[in-house]
């Protein structure tokens, strides 16, 4: 009940946006799968915002936020920002197209992923892209993997946006006093690379173990550990996962500076999502992740570059008992310098971004 009162006052903030807009249409707008049902999607969008107004000065006009899956329905024909996530899809750009009449010098997208369903980008997708201002990647594995290699040299690639993500003056993160360890589990780990019922029970059975793995450690070194959910549907996942175990879940809140002082105040992290990972490296902390999906494996392998932890592709191969317990135990800090340099890559390529569509 308290899960679909929540969707439902979610859809409600939707609708209230959608009706201001049609009475007062904006001309700048930032896109993205902002429907608040996922904190992630919802820090896109205020990174967005903030590199909005620092590139081109709080004079500019307010950014109004519009979602992707129903960007034709969205009034007025502002210039819009595509600001992250994995969004990337024929039928997104098909509906750009058609709002904007081919008309790609009002449109730049910054730091997508190609959507793993459906086909390919067709040819007449990748003209749009190419003629837009900006374009730009959160991995390099998709640039060469997609037919977006045919305009390679019109996209570029640096890391998601929600490593730009500042908080304001009042954030005071949690003092951290080794008392606290984060988990946060989501259900469906290797969706997109899945293929078998075999290689499916294989990966919930090492995730599983994983994460009561490392609540177990956590509450054998006397910490309390706390659930905190990414997206509305982390919670019933989490809960039957860690069954038994003495956890406390935190409800869901879509607010990123909220979610990001929580995990800022943890000793250590045990992330599932891809922003619970980036949200842990940007917090600094000792990190126990299990690499739910490919985005995770390519976040490490382009941008962090430390040794890659345990995730789907290796449970699909199957794992011992000793060897996932082994993976647990590990903590991956990437330290302070790495992720300032992260931040800086993130908030740069922002900024080029936002400026392109005012030449």
Avoid at 126 to 144: D, G, I, M, T
Wanted: a positive charge; charged letters at 20%; aromatic letters at 10%.
């Amino acid at each position: 009940m308290l899960k679909m009162n929540g969707r439902r006052a979610f859809q409600v903030r939707h609708r209230l946006r959608f009706a201001g807009q049609m009475f007062c249409p904006p001309s700048a707008a930032i896109v993205g799968a902002y429907h608040y049902e996922n904190v992630g999607d919802m820090a896109l969008a205020a990174a967005g915002r903030q590199q909005y107004f620092s590139a081109l000065g709080t004079s500019s006009p307010n950014p109004a936020l519009q979602t992707c899956a129903n960007i034709d329905a969205w009034p007025g024909r502002p210039r819009t920002y595509v600001c992250g996530g994995a969004i990337l899809t024929e039928t997104f750009i098909q509906k750009l197209r058609k709002r904007f009449s081919d008309n790609a010098h009002l449109v730049a997208l910054i730091g997508v992923e190609v959507a793993r369903q459906g086909p390919d980008l067709s040819a007449e997708s990748v003209a749009f892209l190419e003629k837009a201002p900006y374009v730009s990647l959160r991995n390099r594995a998709q640039l060469s993997a997609t037919r977006l290699s045919e305009i390679a040299d019109n996209v570029r690639t640096h890391p998601d946006i929600v490593f730009a993500f500042r908080h304001n003056e009042r954030f005071v993160p949690v003092p951290n006093e080794n008392s606290v360890a984060g988990v946060n589990i989501v259900g469906g780990a290797g969706y997109d690379n899945v293929r078998t019922e075999a290689e499916s029970m294989a990966v919930r059975s090492a995730q599983r173990r994983f994460f009561r793995t490392f609540v177990e450690n956590a509450l054998d070194d006397g910490l309390k550990v706390v659930h905190v959910p990414f997206a509305l549907n982390d919670d019933m996942a989490a809960r039957k996962m860690l069954d038994g175990l003495p956890v406390q879940f935190v409800p869901f809140s879509a607010n990123p500076e909220r979610v990001l002082r929580m995990v800022s105040g943890f000793s250590r992290f045990a992330p599932s999502r891809y922003h619970a990972l980036i949200f842990g490296l940007l917090s600094d902390l000792p990190l126990s992740p299990f690499l739910y999906a490919r985005k995770n494996y390519w976040l490490f392998e382009d941008f962090v570059g430390s040794e890659v932890p345990l995730g789907f592709r290796e449970a699909m191969q199957g794992l011992s008992d000793a060897e996932i317990d082994t993976f647990a135990g590990r903590r991956y800090q990437i330290g302070p310098d790495t992720t300032d340099h992260l931040k800086a890559a993130a908030a740069a390529e922002l900024e080029t971004a936002f400026r392109s569509m005012q030449q």
